[in-house]
Nanobody, 127 residues
Framework: QVQLVESGGGLVQAGGSLRLSCAAS????????MAWFRQAPGKEREFVAV????????QYADSVKGRFTISRDNAKNTVYLQMNSLKPEDTADYYC????????????????????WGQGTQVTVSS
C-alpha cells in the first residue's frame, strides 16, 4: 500500500505561483511513476504531469507545458508540482497519483487509472 498526502494548495492571483507537494509513505519504492491530475468543478479529471522514478522522464499536458514543472525527491519520498504563470483556468482540485510503471500522457488520456491516489488539494486562481 502507498499513502499520498498533498499540500500547498490555496488562493492565488492570476500570474502568480504555487508549489504543490505530495508526500508518499508505504511501499514507495514500488511506484515507478508519480503524477498530478486535476479536476475542475463540473469537468472530468485531466492529466497534468508525470515523472519517472529517476526523474529523467517527464511528460506534461499541453495546457501546462512551459508553466508547470514536476519534480521528485526520492530521499524525502516527495513529488512536487511547481506552478508558475497561473491562469484562472488552472483552478481545480489537484490530485497526486502513484503507479507501478511509468505511463505516458497518451495512456492517461486513454483512461489509465493509477494505482494510488491522494485526497487532493484545492487551487483557486483569481482573475
Amino acid at each position: 500500500q502507498v499513502q499520498l498526502v498533498e499540500s500547498g494548495g490555496g488562493l492565488v492571483q492570476a500570474g502568480g505561483s504555487l508549489r504543490l507537494s505530495c508526500a508518499a509513505s508505504g511501499r514507495t519504492s514500488s511506484q515507478n511513476a508519480m503524477a498530478w491530475f486535476r479536476q475542475a468543478p463540473g469537468k472530468e479529471r485531466e492529466f497534468v504531469a508525470v515523472i519517472s522514478w529517476s526523474g529523467y522522464s517527464t511528460q506534461y499536458a499541453d495546457s501546462v507545458k512551459g508553466r508547470f514543472t514536476i519534480s521528485r525527491d526520492n530521499a524525502k519520498n516527495t513529488v512536487y508540482l511547481q506552478m508558475n504563470s497561473l491562469k484562472p483556468e488552472d483552478t481545480a482540485d489537484y490530485y497526486c497519483a502513484a503507479h507501478g510503471v511509468f505511463f505516458t500522457i497518451v495512456q492517461a488520456m486513454r483512461g489509465l487509472n493509477p494505482d494510488y491516489w491522494g485526497q487532493g488539494t484545492q487551487v483557486t486562481v483569481s482573475s
